[in-house]
């Protein structure tokens, strides 16, 4: 407090003040140092030595030391400091090893005080005694250590680190007598000025060069050190043997580390090469830098905090000649751009989850784990560097793990390995897929399926079984078709009047139904629908329409409307309510929301129920009886591939691609083909669906996607009669002319899995080896073999 | 319904980001501690770490798994201005590391003279590629010529962005009519409205990436960026982690109608923005079929977000980061098995004209509600 009173009246009662800024200097900078009143700053390097006035905009230039005509190589300076206690006095190191004192108050434009020429090599530090005004210390390449006293001529003591050259000195800034030296070969070593002769302690403190030290200014027995091995570590001096206490990493070798003023865990630290930026570290956060400043295009070399209580004003000098006076509110903040969440999607719906605790701190009364960390003190999200420290950031990572059934995706899983996608009548595969995709409840697939066979497949082979199970389902979760159907084997009856009074209900779910169809068929093509009043036209309209309904409804009826439906089924007097409200207003409403539709079109399909019963029975006759050539909807079953493809189900796509085979194949072209397919591929391959994918990749007609089975997959396979390879691709060996691949159980070809010993080369019919082996360890072939199998 | 398994990941400092691998059956996180953590699930579904190593000298800010075609193969960037590629060695365990896996590095990526702030590799069917970014504004698109030599990878180009760059997004459509694409995303928080998403398209004449888009509407700073798994689509989703959840369509306008050798126009709707987190979105992920996208902000919540018939995003679900449930989160909490996911879900269709169509049948209690019982999030916690 007292230095800072004299302070506040060394710049005539006011406080510091100031902004980032920045000067040219006229070469690069080695080193900095500031003057006691915090007002001035020296800068030295290889070919300056200057000393500039800190003014609240900008530097201005005070002084030049570097007179005479021809430049000495004492001028040459590798480091400078400014005694602490003394304005008029500064003492630099020069690169030739001469330590020269500088006297401000010298009358003559050269300030030159003394010159100390006993050290052999460099003098890579100097530095004044805190307290003490006539000593100064010097650390060499040379290995020594020497201390002056100034008024004398040469030195009063030299120590001898016996450990390489000497990167650093730095007097204790409590222990009058004591100060610290670092080496070159990692070695910290701590003297007493007293006692020449070996020095109090020695530890190795990095892996390498240590090229600074510093003390901290408050704490006794805190030594922070920097070395190559790209670590700033603190060492707690005060008890017996070095402790470190903190590490900190940063991403270059660390040429400089200083205390910040006033903040007890602040350390500034800058790099001896490739990173320019200066950083503030907290040391007990010690990953991620507090603050970071990113001026300088070139190395920086000195840093130093202006005023010595505080620690918002930190200059620094550059190799790219520049000097700046950084202010730590315009630090960029690394914590502050860092990403506090990760999160990723799994494979089968589950979400890993991890963020910064403070975010997800519970409020509600989790209990916490044995070993939860979560304090609700993290909560404070920008951590502001000046303040005291919050708390160590951690984050809780989770995993959200989705229930089967839920939205997982066990249905694709199940659909690929249950679809049956070749090797039966198209009919079956369509009703078998069917089956499946209604037993993994994804009514709309397979409903399309249904849609499939019956476009496809003459309706004789239509087995009464399926079609009154897919009734029985189908109308209960009153998707169209199957309505439809109910309609058409109602047909003979409607005279009866119980009949009559069903088919009505189920007329009237039907109405709902076509006049969004009808709608949608507005939407798709409006030539076909104007006019859509005329049955006769209507009727074609709703042979589209039915197709239509399968990509354009399905989803939402399915969905949205499908709980309601299975209410009707059960409580028919409901149906009722529904005949008797009008169904006009809304409907308008409601099409007023879709633009492509004129109002007038729908209202006129769903003012027609009857109409549009019989129109949809006759359609059913239709599509049944009078053969619409399958070509007739080729368009728009590839609409509806198109349609499952942009919905994210490209397993849709490829398995009706596979199984109508040539009867689409053409309308589809060969690079969308292509993409389904390396998409589906790529899609069984993350489920390790591998089995699956080779049979797509088998059946696919793409030939960009079959060849990808026969790509990067080499056996070498050796005849199991004369063991030689097999040179040629053939069943049969070159070489004994037998056939290579018999099974030695039942002595026939074997076609498909075969497996094999790999000792002796027989091998056979899956099924058939596992059996013999249950009996019998030795070969099946009789060769005493003793066969094994992974 | 999701089940929170919380992990004791014992990173030293916050995880950046969590990424599972092709099978979803590994998961590696990053944080700055400067370490990268492997993690393997059991057969009982617990995840184990494996691996645990000091990756870098900074803080690692993302974690990408490679094809396993290529091996086990991760790729980490960092802080320290480097990127690296690491690959799993097996068949080298001792007794002491009983259990653990040895990753080792195989290159470092130096190129970068400012923190590489995002690592991706590209699509399979590129081959075996690397893009990087960084906060000076430059996207590295690296090549590995052999895939079987990890050691070697040659910078193939690099982009300049003119902003500090935050994120990265491969376009993973594997058609032959869309060209390899990057987006990238600016976390600049400089006040100038500049457009903050990028997106390069590699030209087959010119052999170089070049400016396809600009999404002009997004100003602030983004802070992820991801293309939504393409699956035979023939556009492209993407989505934008920025002040709030953007979702954007690009549908390639067909080449014929514009000028050949140019870049490929694109049809660019925004479908979608959402500002319920309240807060910066920090994160966006996409479930494997492109239908359902995940994203995380400050309010500490992923939300779920997922389109309906009509293109119509909604909510899906809510889940807390430490796993406790919040009010009003409904993940599919129907008790209907017909709703498959991968079709729009039972709530969503009941907005717009699906919802006004049914109008009528108002007696009828929507489902809707059935989303507000009360047995939505039953929380076992697995430690």
């Known amino acids: 407090m007292e230095k800072m009173s004299r302070v506040t009246t060394a710049l005539g009662g006011s406080v510091l003040t100031g902004r980032t800024m920045h000067c040219h200097l006229d070469a690069p900078a080695n080193a900095i140092s500031v003057c006691r009143d915090a007002a001035q700053v020296v800068v030295a390097g290889r070919s300056i030595f200057k000393i500039y006035a800190i003014e609240e905009e900008q530097f201005v230039e005070k002084l030049n030391l570097r007179v005479g005509r021809k430049p000495?190589?004492?001028?040459?300076?590798?480091?400078?400091?400014?005694?602490?206690?003394?304005?008029?006095?500064?003492?630099?190191?020069?690169?030739?090893?001469?330590?020269?004192?500088?006297?401000?108050?010298?009358?003559?434009?050269?300030?030159?005080?003394?010159?100390?020429?006993?050290?052999?090599?460099?003098?890579?530090?100097?530095?004044?005694?805190?307290?003490?005004?006539?000593?100064?210390?010097?650390?060499?390449?040379?290995?020594?250590m020497k201390c002056f006293d100034l008024r004398r001529k040469d030195s009063v003591s030299t120590f001898s680190g016996q450990s390489e050259s000497v990167r650093d000195v730095q007097f204790s800034i409590r222990d009058y007598f004591t100060f610290a030296s670092t080496f070159e070969n990692g070695n910290v070593q701590l003297w007493d000025i007293r006692r020449p002769d070996r020095c109090e302690r020695m530890f190795t403190a990095h892996n390498g060069p240590v090229f600074c030290c510093d003390w901290h200014p408050e704490d006794r027995g805190w030594l922070a050190t920097g070395g190559r091995d790209k670590m700033v570590k603190v060492w707690d001096m005060a008890t017996h043997r070095a402790k470190e206490v903190h590490c900190v990493q940063t991403i270059a070798s660390v040429a400089r580390v200083k205390w910040r003023p006033e903040c007890r865990h602040?350390?500034?630290?800058?790099?001896?090469?490739?990173?320019?930026?200066?950083?503030?570290?907290?040391?007990?956060?010690?990953?991620?830098?507090?603050?970071?400043?990113?001026?300088?295009?070139?190395?920086?070399?000195?840093?130093?905090?202006?005023?010595?209580?505080?620690?918002?004003?930190?200059?620094?000098?550059?190799?790219?000649?520049?000097?700046?006076?950084?202010?730590?509110?315009?630090?960029?903040?690394?914590?502050?751009?860092?990403?506090?969440?990760?999160?990723?999607?799994?494979?089968?719906?589950?979400?890993?989850?991890?963020?910064?605790?403070?975010?997800?701190?519970?409020?509600?009364?989790?209990?916490?784990?044995?070993?939860?960390?979560?304090?609700?003190?993290?909560?404070?999200?920008?951590?502001?560097?000046?303040e005291p420290f919050a708390g160590l950031a951690s984050s809780a990572l989770?995993?959200?793990?989705?229930?089967?059934?839920?939205?997982?995706?066990?249905?694709?899983?199940?659909?690929?390995?249950?679809?049956?996608?070749?090797?039966?009548?198209?009919?079956?595969?369509?009703?078998?897929?069917?089956?499946?995709?209604?037993?993994?409840?994804?009514?709309?697939?397979?409903?399309?399926?249904?849609?499939?066979?019956?476009?496809?497949?003459?309706?004789?082979?239509?087995?009464?079984?399926?079609?009154?199970?897919?009734?029985?389902?189908?109308?209960?979760?009153?998707?169209?078709?199957?309505?439809?159907?109910?309609?058409?084997?109602?047909?003979?009856?409607?005279?009866?009047?119980?009949?009559l009074d069903r088919s009505k209900g189920d007329t009237r779910s039907d109405t709902v139904l076509l006049d969004s169809s009808a709608t949608l068929i507005t939407n798709e093509d409006n030539e076909e629908t104007e006019g859509s009043d005329v049955p006769t036209d209507y009727l074609l309209g709703d042979v589209e329409g039915e197709d239509d309904e399968l990509y354009l409804l399905d989803p939402e009826h399915a969905h949205s409307e499908e709980p309601e439906y299975v209410l009707p089924q059960e409580a028919f007097p409901l149906r009722h309510e529904i005949v008797d409200t009008p169904p006009g207003p809304e409907h308008l409403q409601d099409k007023a929301d879709s633009p492509h539709v004129s109002g007038s079109e729908a209202d006129a399909a769903s003012l027609v129920p009857v109409d549009s019963s019989f129109s949809l029975i006759s359609v059913s006759h239709a599509l049944c009886d009078s053969r619409l050539p399958p070509d007739f909807f080729s368009a728009l079953v590839c609409d509806m591939l198109r349609f499952y493809a942009e919905q994210g189900d490209v397993q849709m796509a490829v398995s009706v691609l596979i199984v109508l085979g040539e009867r689409v194949r053409k309308d589809i072209d060969e690079q969308t083909q292509e993409h389904w397919y390396t998409s589906y591929i790529d899609l069984l391959q993350r489920f390790c669906l591998w089995n699956v994918s080779n049979q797509v990749v088998k059946l696919s007609t793409s030939r960009a996607i079959s060849c990808l089975n026969q790509a990067s997959t080499t056996l070498h396979v050796n005849c199991s009669h004369c063991k030689r390879p097999m040179s040629s691709r053939g069943w049969v060996c070159d070489r004994c002319r037998r056939c290579a691949s018999m099974c030695a159980v039942c002595h026939h070809v074997v076609k498909g899995l075969f497996v094999w010993c790999q000792g002796c080369s027989h091998g056979g019919h899956l099924q058939h080896i596992m059996k013999w082996l249950e009996g019998s360890s030795h070969c099946p072939a009789g060769c005493g073999h003793l066969c094994e199998y992974s | 319904m999701f089940v929170a398994r919380s992990i004791a990941a014992d990173h030293k400092d916050l995880i950046h980001d969590v990424s599972f691998d092709f099978h979803g059956r590994r998961m590696a996180t990053c944080s700055s501690d400067q370490s990268v953590k492997v993690w393997d699930k059991s057969e009982s579904g617990e995840w184990h770490c494996t691996a645990s190593w000091k990756t870098h000298s900074g803080s690692v800010w993302r974690v990408t798994w490679a094809h396993p075609e290529f091996g086990q193969v991760l790729a980490s960037c960092s802080f320290d201005r480097t990127a690296a590629v690491w690959e799993e060695i097996v068949g080298e365990s001792n007794d002491k590391l009983r259990g653990q896996s040895h990753w080792v590095k195989r290159t470092t990526l130096v190129d970068s003279r400012t923190s590489v702030t995002d690592v991706k590799f590209a699509p399979k069917h590129m081959g075996l590629m690397l893009a990087t970014c960084s906060a000076d504004g430059i996207v590295r698109i690296y090549e590995a010529p052999d895939v079987m030599n990890l050691s070697q990878w040659s910078l193939q180009h690099e982009i300049s962005c003119k902003l500090s760059c935050s994120c990265i997004s491969w376009n993973p459509s594997s058609s032959r009519a869309h060209a390899p694409m990057i987006a990238v995303g600016s976390d600049d928080s400089s006040p100038n409205a500049m457009a903050k998403v990028q997106i390069f398209e590699y030209n087959e004449n010119t052999r170089k990436y070049a400016k396809a888009e600009t999404l002009l509407t997004v100003t602030d700073p983004v802070h992820d960026i991801a293309f939504a798994p393409n699956l035979g689509r023939s556009f492209h989703i993407l989505a934008i982690a920025t002040k709030d959840v953007r979702i954007f369509t690009l549908k390639p306008v067909r080449k014929e109608l514009t000028s050949s050798g140019g870049p490929t126009k694109f049809e660019i709707h925004i479908v979608a923005q959402f500002d319920n987190h309240n807060s910066q979105v920090w994160r966006v992920s996409w479930n494997i079929t492109g239908t359902v996208l995940a994203s995380s902000g400050d309010d500490g919540c992923v939300r779920l977000w997922k389109a309906n018939y009509m293109d119509n995003w909604k909510c899906t679900g809510i889940l807390k980061g430490n796993g406790s449930p919040v009010n009003g989160s409904s993940q599919q909490g129907n008790s209907n098995p017909s709703v498959g996911s991968n079709i729009p879900s039972l709530q969503n269709s009941l907005n717009g004209s699906s919802a006004g169509r049914n109008g009528k049948r108002a007696p009828f209690p929507l489902p809707q509600r059935r989303l507000t019982s009360p047995k939505i999030h039953q929380q076992p916690a697995y430690y």
Not at chain 1, 82 to 96: G, I, K, S, V
Not at chain 1, 458 to 466: A, H, K, M
């Open chain 1, 266 to 386: 602040h350390l500034a630290t800058c790099s001896m090469m490739v990173d320019h930026n200066v950083y503030v570290w907290d040391v007990r956060r010690p990953f991620v830098p507090a603050a970071m400043f990113e001026e300088h295009r070139d190395v920086t070399t000195g840093i130093a905090w202006r005023h010595p209580h505080d620690p918002s004003f930190l200059l620094s000098g550059s190799k790219d000649s520049t000097l700046y006076q950084h202010l730590f509110r315009d630090a960029s903040q690394p914590v502050e751009r860092a990403n506090p969440e990760g999160l990723c999607y799994g494979l089968f719906g589950d979400l890993a989850f991890a963020a910064k605790e403070s975010l997800v701190a519970t409020e509600s009364g989790r209990k916490p784990y044995a070993g939860d960390r979560r304090h609700p003190i993290f909560f404070k999200r920008k951590l502001d560097p000046a």
């Open chain 1, 398 to 499: 989770n995993v959200f793990e989705i229930e089967p059934g839920s939205g997982s995706m066990s249905w694709f899983v199940d659909t690929a390995e249950r679809y049956a996608l070749a090797g039966r009548p198209l009919a079956e595969l369509c009703d078998h897929n069917a089956k499946v995709a209604r037993e993994l409840g994804r009514n709309q697939v397979a409903q399309t399926w249904t849609m499939l066979r019956i476009i496809y497949c003459s309706p004789g082979l239509v087995p009464t079984t399926n079609l009154n199970h897919s009734m029985g389902k189908g109308s209960s979760c009153g998707l169209p078709l199957m309505n439809s159907f109910n309609l058409k084997d109602m047909a003979p009856g409607l005279g009866s009047e119980t009949r």
């Open chain 1, 72 to 144: 000495s190589l004492n001028l040459s300076c590798a480091d400078v400091v400014w005694h602490q206690m003394d304005e008029n006095l500064l003492a630099t190191a020069a690169t030739n090893g001469v330590v020269v004192t500088w006297n401000l108050g010298r009358p003559s434009r050269n300030k030159q005080d003394q010159l100390f020429t006993e050290h052999k090599r460099t003098v890579n530090k100097v530095c004044f005694h805190p307290t003490e005004a006539h000593v100064l210390l010097s650390g060499s390449q040379d290995g020594f």
